[in-house]
């Protein structure tokens, strides 16, 4: 990709929308908005999804596109395409750590995210990088002892009338065994609803695997939404098998008191601080500084009493998320890595959890818990002076579509000097689609991790809950890990070309 061929793309398209290297895609059966966006009323699937979920576990990764793209040819749709690769996921790779390999299984639903939101004939290039990320991850879990979940335990399985307080029990006691024939029972006797309400809380309870599983819960949750909740039973059980991991601790942390566990167990008692009516407080600026300054500089304890402080004085959730959003692009400015990029993601999903529950208790938790963790993701990395919130704009030497490419050009060697130009663009737009476009486009020519699909479909999602100019400011501070036009290519686009040749 070069100036010129960037500069061609109209403002008022995706940028980088012309390219000629992904003219294949339009020989692709095209993936409707309507097809992508699944719905919620789904109760089978077709007949040819197992045969396609044995397909991606026995076809070898080099040839794998091109048996998916023949089925894809032959009528195969994207929602069984979808489908299949989260159950061959969660069939057939550990989730201990969730992390690592096991962002396969992360990644399916961030991946549908960007092809719901690409344009049609880039829809199939998302799901295809899932597809060889399944594959480099069952390589990995062979490697690695090659673990398979196993048949239920049938005899252990609770009765309805019990299985949700045996699903409680057995989470708070870290008993394993018991918590996988619970959530059995509960998945066969009881809705989605019950279900997460229940998990969402736990999943934000500990800070070890640096929040996958809170964020395993709201992937795993939204995945279902998108192919079914009748495939719930394995997706829930590797959830909660994931959940109780203890990274190798030989105590069991119901009867210890270990630091991943202190904030959760002292926010337990902190929810009763918090005064009636805290959500219909009003949305205050200087609320949302106050609440940056305590993640810039404060401990988990700190940033925790000052959310009940702020809510209590009368400031809205909102205000407190737009200063977790913008506080994580802050760290990642900061000390740009995977801690940080975690930061958002674990911010993201403690979002969603808080959208989607409907407990008092349990949304209180939520937000206290991401207060918590906030520092945490901080740890001991230096203040280096560069803080979202007085961050200078730097109008961009180019206008109109051609700022947009100075930006994504100059972004690999000059991150901050491109936040700074993203700021000032941004003061001149009325949405931030065109800079979405082209970040997810080149994400999908130049992504080699699961992150850069979990990152950037986190934060092109949250900017739309935001409150301005708290969104432009953490739209800006993502740049820090986007990728840029000099980034090299990945083969992964040249692949999926040839196996539609």
Not at 39 to 64: C, D, M, S, W
Not at 228 to 248: I, K, Q, T
Request: with cysteine; charged share 25%; proline share 4%.
């Amino acid at each position: 990709m070069n100036r010129r061929t960037f500069i061609r793309t109209s403002a008022g398209t995706a940028a980088l929308s012309g390219l000629s290297s992904l003219a294949f895609l339009s020989r692709l059966p095209r993936v409707t908005a309507a097809e992508a966006k699944l719905p919620a009323n789904i109760v089978q699937l077709h007949a040819e999804v197992e045969p396609l979920v044995r397909l991606l576990e026995q076809t070898p990764r080099e040839k794998v596109l091109e048996e998916i793209a023949t089925k894809i040819k032959q009528g195969t749709t994207y929602r069984e395409i979808v489908a299949a690769i989260l159950l061959a996921g969660v069939r057939n790779i550990q989730p201990r750590p969730i992390g690592f390999k096991f962002h396969a299984v992360l990644v399916v639903n961030s991946a549908h995210l960007a092809s719901l939101a690409s344009a049609e004939g880039d829809r199939w290039l998302p799901i295809f990088w899932a597809i060889d990320q399944f594959k480099s991850s069952q390589a990995a879990d062979v490697r690695e002892g090659d673990w398979t979940m196993g048949a239920v335990d049938e005899s252990a399985v609770p009765p309805s009338h019990k299985a949700r307080q045996a699903l409680i029990d057995a989470l708070d006691n870290w008993d394993e065994s018991a918590a996988d024939a619970a959530i059995v029972g509960l998945v066969r006797t009881t809705g989605a609803h019950e279900i997460f309400e229940i998990l969402c809380r736990y999943g934000a309870r500990d800070f070890r695997e640096i929040g996958h599983k809170e964020i395993y819960v709201a992937n795993s949750f939204r995945a279902l939404e998108a192919i079914g909740w009748h495939h719930a039973e394995p997706v829930l059980r590797s959830l909660v098998y994931g959940m109780l991991d203890r990274n190798g601790e030989k105590q069991n942390p119901a009867h210890a008191d270990l630091p991943a566990d202190r904030p959760f167990r002292r926010n337990l008692e902190s929810v009763k601080q918090i005064r009636d009516g805290w959500l219909d407080g009003k949305t205050d600026a200087d609320a949302t500084r106050s609440m940056l300054e305590a993640i810039r500089q404060g401990s988990a304890l700190d940033t925790s009493t000052r959310v009940i402080e702020l809510l209590n004085r009368g400031a809205a959730p909102q205000s407190l998320f737009d200063a977790f959003f913008d506080g994580a692009g802050e760290l990642l400015m900061r000390q740009p890595g995977i801690i940080a990029i975690h930061a958002t993601t674990f911010t993201n999903a403690a979002h969603y959890a808080f959208q989607h529950c409907r407990d008092e208790e349990t949304r209180k938790l939520l937000i206290l818990q991401n207060a918590a963790f906030l520092p945490l993701f901080r740890g001991n990395s230096t203040d280096k002076g560069i803080h979202i919130d007085t961050m200078d704009p730097l109008a961009p030497k180019s206008t109109g579509a051609a700022a947009l490419e100075e930006i994504f050009q100059d972004l690999r060697n000059d991150r901050l000097g491109s936040a700074r130009k993203v700021l000032s663009w941004m003061s001149t737009q009325s949405n931030p689609k065109a800079f979405a476009d082209a970040a997810r486009r080149l994400i999908f020519l130049k992504g080699n991790d699961a992150h850069d699909y979990k990152f950037s479909a986190a934060v092109l999602e949250d900017y739309q809950f935001m409150s301005a100019p708290w969104r432009d400011r953490y739209l800006a501070a993502s740049v820090f890990n986007l990728k840029g036009t000099s980034d090299p290519d990945n083969s992964l686009a040249q692949r999926t070309r040839a196996a539609f040749a």
